[in-house]
């Protein structure tokens, strides 16, 4: 069974930039969640999916960070513009019912 | 709300030898589980092993125990036999059985196994 991709592993940008990252979960999984995981920290859960409809967002900044989950599958995390803040690991996990939630090899955000 | 907490930052091990990490949250819920992910520096979130609130047998996963003392709310993670594999970071979480099943993180307890 093919585990939760993510692209880029790695990127690093300029504050006040913007940046997008993919996640493609594992087949059939209805639930999607992000997390920001800060160096040092826990992941923090930034925005929960159920197919292709918002459960959790509280703690997304929506100031500058937007998600989606088009036709329930494949989602992106964008953020627009970029603070030094938010350098950390962006997870993305999927599961489905009476399953646990199956991570990706997240990726490295350095906002320079 | 529910919390995490993970109050060892850092631990070390011999090879061979055995190992607790600990871990206490809290709840108003009787229904719920708790795990014990791995981060190994590949990034990649690895369950390690999981409980059930509702069962009183604490799980096991060869190598891999726990102590789940629900009254105390104590759920901590014993490796046994340690192996050089097992050098990680170990993050301890609790999920909902009901509503948003949305994980909660401890901040985590860094694993170095010694040979």
């Known amino acids: 069974e093919a585990g939760v991709a993510q692209s880029p592993r790695y990127k690093i940008i300029e504050k006040r930039q913007s940046v997008a990252f993919w996640c493609n979960p594992i087949s059939g999984h209805a639930t999607l969640y992000w997390y920001q995981q800060i160096l040092g920290q826990g992941p923090k859960l930034l925005i ?12 997304l900044p929506k100031d ?24 950390a690991v962006y997870l993305c996990a999927s599961r489905e019912s009476f399953t646990e939630a199956f991570f990706g090899q997240g990726t490295r955000l350095t906002v320079v | 709300a529910q919390t995490v907490t993970q109050s060892q930052p850092e631990m070390s091990v011999q090879e ?7 871990c206490t ?54 490796i046994s036999d340690s192996q050089l594999g097992d050098a990680a970071m170990y993050f301890c979480a609790y999920r909902s ?19």
């Open chain 2, 16 to 22: 061979a030898e055995t190992v607790t990490l600990s």
């Open chain 1, 64 to 87: 500058r960070f937007s998600a989606e989950r088009l036709k329930g599958v494949d989602s992106t995390l964008k953020i627009q513009p970029a603070k030094l803040e938010d350098s």
């Open chain 2, 97 to 115: 059985a009901s509503g948003t099943y949305k994980y909660i993180f401890g901040t985590g307890t860094r694993l170095k196994v010694l040979a």
């Open chain 1, 48 to 59: 929960q999916f159920q197919n292709n409809g918002v459960v959790d967002d509280s703690q």
């Open chain 2, 25 to 78: 949250y809290d709840t108003s819920e009787s229904d719920y589980y708790l795990f014990w992910y791995k981060q190994p520096p590949s990034r990649q979130m690895i369950l390690v092993i999981r409980q059930e609130a509702y069962k009183q047998q604490n799980a096991t996963e060869n190598r891999f125990s726990v102590n789940f003392q629900k009254a105390a709310k104590s759920f901590s993670l014993k």
